[in-house]
């Protein structure tokens, strides 16, 4: 079973501040990872497929990269918006791990 | 335009089985490459993937809950229905239905329902 580590679990930052974001698989899943955003009381949405395919919609300051075992998501210019909590997701094998989150606080 | 909805009860007794439908719009299961999901979230935790049913009736379940989950489809009446035997109050969460396509990612997603296990 592939296991996803996401960190920071928690960040404090300021509109305008450059974040990223971290999330590695316990083996490689290629580019098969996608980024999903939750704002309190909703469902999930998604951000990013396929590791830094920006879904329709996205704004252009989400980025994400990386393959095999490690990737990051960054948001270049933090709007009010995106304070969120952000979870990756695995789609390589038979179990579709989640990360246990990085919750985007206002400093 | 994709929407998918959950409904089932919001209250379950411990050892109760749980059964959830996600009803469904915008696709259809006679494609090729489709798929819905079905992820849950405790109240204040991370989102747990449980099960996935494709368009050909293959099925994948979360190693950690596999005993206990059977997930269906019912092709003409655009349904996804999950089972949860042996409902203990660590269940208590939010159950989301979600698309996926070819490309295995979940979206959309429904607007969840909340599921309550207590005696």
């Known amino acids: 079973d592939i296991q996803m580590t996401q960190s920071p679990s928690t960040l404090s930052a300021s509109v305008g501040d450059r974040v990223t974001i971290t999330c590695r698989a316990s083996q490689s899943i290629d580019s098969w990872l996608a980024w999903y955003q939750q704002k309190p009381g909703k469902a999930p949405k998604l951000l990013i497929y396929?590791?830094?395919s920006l879904d329709s919609g996205v704004p252009s300051r989400f980025n994400g990269s990386g393959s095999g075992t490690e990737f990051t998501l960054t948001i270049s210019s933090l709007q009010p918006d995106d304070f969120a909590t952000y979870y990756c997701q695995q789609f390589n094998s038979y179990s579709k791990t989640f990360g246990q989150g990085t919750k985007v606080e206002i400093k | 335009q994709i929407t998918l909805k959950e409904s089932g009860p919001t209250l379950v007794k411990p050892t109760q089985t749980l059964t959830l439908t996600c009803t469904f719009s915008g696709f259809s299961f006679s494609a090729s490459g489709v798929s819905v999901g079905w992820i849950r979230q405790p109240p204040g935790k991370a989102l747990e993937w449980l099960a996935l049913?494709?368009?050909?009736?293959?099925?994948l379940y979360s190693p950690s809950l596999k005993s206990r989950l059977t997930i269906t489809k019912d092709t003409s009446k655009n349904r996804v229905v999950l089972t949860m035997t042996n409902m203990d109050p660590v269940d208590t969460a939010t159950y989301y239905c979600a698309h996926s396509g070819v490309g295995g990612w979940f979206d959309p997603w429904g607007q969840g329902t909340l599921v309550t296990v207590s005696s």
């Open positions: 049913i494709y368009w050909d009736d293959d099925k």
């Open positions: 396929k590791a830094s």
